[in-house]
């Protein structure tokens, strides 16, 4: 599958800018500046490629909370993310009542999720039934970890979309670890995509540190589904970088030595080396895009931290669909 | 005008729903072919076709969680549960989900999505297929709960529920189906959601109810009048949001207020409606507030001497607005 220059451009940027938020988010959790932050370093690759093999803003999405990069390719801004870390007024995905990276894009058909995990599958099936029965060649596309996949939301949701042949990717995206459970605890197949055997879709495994191979995987993903051919569970598999929130602490259930082996595979490397071999990127153009990143989350932060807080009437409102307000 | 029953009311309802707007379907266990466990949905599969009334798979979640993604679509689903009984595992779904999705998105996404479920015993059923569940749910801000007690209600009601753009818990008093008759006319009409209404006005005592024990309140009514009790018979409807000031002018007017559900004393709904009134109308209380209730037993007992112990009827409801009468 060719993929041009000026996308393979794009889609690194897109990683950049997310991996550097992310970096950035770490920081300012440390400086006591945000109170927290649950982080897609190291998912980078697998959710930049996903959505770039989507029509963005005419697909759909049904997300999770571990993807700042999806998202980031999809429009989120460094400004809409530096409000919702610090729970400002404006703050997009939910006029700060949510967590940070909850997302909600209306704009982009990307639907509002909760913490409960798999939750979101369960709504992709119904979205898919509706693009269905609207007889439309849109997908839609959930993203879960690969410890959502032992809730029974996930199963009823595959056997859905599998039953109805409807137009729905289920990407699992495997980083080993269910906050400290590795996958030895929660499942007793090698892989998620082994799952979709007894409910009747096809199941894919995909390298999930590789931007192309995951660009490609999902592609044909979309292509089948568009198309009338039925859901796919694809399972990315990565490794998750860091401890999976900003109030969790990794070394308790995990060795330095473990973390520091898989840093060798961090998706931003895999990218950037490929890349530059074949000068699709190189020195110059790499410490522009370094620069780009910093200065627009520079300028994001300071907005944000100047940024009001929601007035305190707004904690009472919009229980139902009429208290909605608008503007 | 034509007197028909409960059930029959509810059809119409679906029947003219379905008719007039294509975003509209039906989907349930069993809803289709079969035409429904108690034949609430029959003819509609014949009439729409597969892609309007929908069979689901056994799985309550889903049959939920399916819906609200469609209604995040645009699609006014309306969601048959089988048994009130077999809600429990749809209610992540229904609280986590559905009903936060307008608080949580700051109304960028709502779920106009109906959930109809038969509930209550009286008619051999046992512990799994008696049970009145709205206590669950009218803790929940975001949901509305209704409960029609009679053929003219529950088609107007319903028909509103499908129209409006929250979630709505629909629990239909399934021993009325057949047994409430009444007349409901011919052509288009709609009953709002969230009032209260005074269906036998009275002065000595309010009774506040709804669903079966409604009908079965006003047959109590009728002979505690030949005794000379005038009774004010209140149908609440809408149990949630809750319609405060109907329930407050029939206190005062009155003085006494009997409470009576047939779900389970503690925790209840009649709770919820004795605190509004020790709240804002203690100074027109000439007696305490009462409430007769089902017995605190986990559910409605099979064996028939037992299911006659746990349920109400118009004697025991009698007996009680005898008494709080007399105080």
Known sequence: MEISTDMQREMYWNMLLSRRLDERAWALHRQGRIAFHISAIGHEAAQVGAAFALRRGYDWIAPYYRDLAMMVALGFTPRHFML???????????????????????????????????????????????????????????????????????????????????????????????????????MAVKSAAEKACGLGLPGVAVDGTNIFAMYEAVKSAVDLARTGQGPTLIEARMYRMTPHSSDDDDRAYRSRAEVEEHKKLDPMLVGRTAMEQTGVLDEKSLAELETRAKDIIDEAVQYAEKAPYPDVIEGSFPVYAEEVRHG | MAEITLIDALRQAMDEELARDDQVFIMGEDVGVRGGVFRATMGLYEKYGPQRVIDTPLAELSIAGVGIGAALYGMRPICEIQFGDFIYPAINQIVSEAAKMCYRSNGEWTVPLVIRAPYGG???????????????????????????????????????????????????????????????????????????????????????????????????????????????????????????????????????????????????????????????????????????????????????????????????IAGAIRSLARY
Not at chain 1, 84 to 107: D, Y
Not at chain 1, 129 to 153: F, N, R, W
Not at chain 2, 294 to 312: I, N, R, Y
């Open chain 1, 84 to 186: 919702s870390l610090m729970g400002k007024r404006g703050e997009p995905t939910s006029g700060g009542r949510q967590m940070p990276s909850h997302f909600s894009m209306r704009n982009m058909n990307v639907v509002s999720h909760s913490a409960p995990v798999a939750t979101q599958c369960v709504h992709a099936a119904g979205i898919g039934l509706a693009i269905k029965l609207h007889k439309e060649d849109k997908v839609v596309l959930t993203s879960l970890g690969e410890g959502s996949t032992a809730q029974g939301e996930w199963y009823e949701a595959v056997n859905w979309a599998a039953i109805h042949q409807l137009p729905v990717i289920f990407m699992v995206e495997n980083n080993m670890y269910a906050i400290s459970e590795p996958m030895e605890k929660q």
């Open chain 2, 122 to 316: 009286g008619i051999g059923g046992g512990l799994y297929h008696s049970q009145s569940v709205e206590a669950f749910f009218t803790h929940v801000p975001g949901l509305k709960v209704v409960i029609p007690s009679n053929p003219y209600d529950a088609k107007g009601l319903l028909k509103s529920a499908v129209r409006d753009n929250n979630p709505i818990l629909f629990f239909e008093p399934k021993k009325g189906y057949r047994l409430i008759r009444g007349e409901v006319p011919e052509g288009e009409y709609t009953v709002p959601i969230g009032p209260a209404n005074i269906s036998r006005p009275g002065t000595d005592v309010s009774v506040f109810t709804y669903g079966m024990m409604h009908y079965y309140a006003l047959q109590a009514a009728e002979q505690v009048a030949a005794e000379g009790i005038s009774a004010e018979v209140v149908d609440l409807r809408t149990l949630y949001p809750v319609d405060r000031a109907t329930i407050l002018a029939s206190v005062r007017k009155t003085g006494k207020a009997l409470i009576v559900h047939e779900d389970n004393l503690t925790g209840g709904y009649g709770a919820e409606v004795a605190a509004t009134i020790a709240s804002d109308a203690f100074p027109d209380l000439d007696a305490p507030v009462r409430r007769l209730c089902g017995p605190d037993v986990p559910a409605v007992p099979f064996s028939h001497p037992l299911q006659d112990w746990f349920m109400l009827d118009p004697e025991k």
